[in-house]
């Protein structure tokens, strides 16, 4: 059966590296099928290695998209070395744009040490999924491991600033506008840009 590391979305070439996630957000496009925006099946049948991944990478040329995002069926960064390994071998490839991660923000706890600094050189954009405003409406939507896991993903998004060009939160439009208002003033008070995204079912 193929597997589906890369695939395009426009103008953007996404990478799938691992189905595992510790969240269970209630909006997850996982719910909606097997693949987003007209992929493939992005469930994978073993995490691919390094050799896959740069045979995926030579079927396509980077200078025909705006940027390469860390987004599949899947939170990248429980793969943090083969993603990063990822990003370098990809720098190294001719019309390489800016590299995009989309992220629960939820590193640090997955590898129980700080881990934005890694990202310096290697990611160009880091997109960190706010989902709610408040802790108790964050806990319900995103349905994470740990308790603390809106107080890590925000002090990963803050840690993120220091090494990363460019760093967002985003919050899905599914949310009460009393939330993505709570969820503006949270971005503000942070000093990080809000970005209220459509759901895509």
């Known amino acids: ?17 691992t189905n595992r ?35 995926a990478f030579s079927k396509y040329s980077l200078a025909d998209y705006t940027e390469i995002v860390f987004c599949g069926y899947g939170e990248p960064t429980e793969r ?39 990202l310096k050189g290697l990611i160009d954009i880091v997109s960190v999924s706010l989902n709610a405003g408040t802790k108790d409406a964050y806990l319900a939507v995103t349905r994470p491991k740990w308790d603390d896991a809106f107080e890590a993903m925000q002090a990963f998004a803050v840690d993120c600033k220091q090494y990363v060009e460019k760093v967002m939160f985003t919050v899905v439009d599914v949310i009460s ?25």
């Not at 992005?42 to 290695?49: C, G, I, Q, S």
């Open 80 to 118: 943090l070395d083969v993603m990063l390994e990822t990003a370098e071998y990809a720098k190294t490839l001719a019309g390489c744009p800016k590299i995009r991660l989309n992220t629960n923000g939820l590193s640090d706890k997955i590898h129980g040490v700080p881990t934005a600094e890694r």
């Open 1 to 17: 059966m193929a597997m589906t590391i890369l695939y395009p979305v426009g103008s953007h070439l996404y990478v799938n590296l």
């Open 21 to 55: 996630c510790p969240c269970s957000c209630t909006f997850c496009i996982r719910q909606n099928g097997d693949g987003a925006y007209g992929s493939d099946s992005l469930w994978l049948e073993h995490e691919p290695e390094m050799a896959e991944i740069r045979a």
């Open 177 to 201: 506008a009393e939330e993505i208002s709570a969820a503006q003033a949270l971005s503000d008070s942070l000093g990080i840009p809000l970005r209220v995204r459509p759901y895509d079912s």
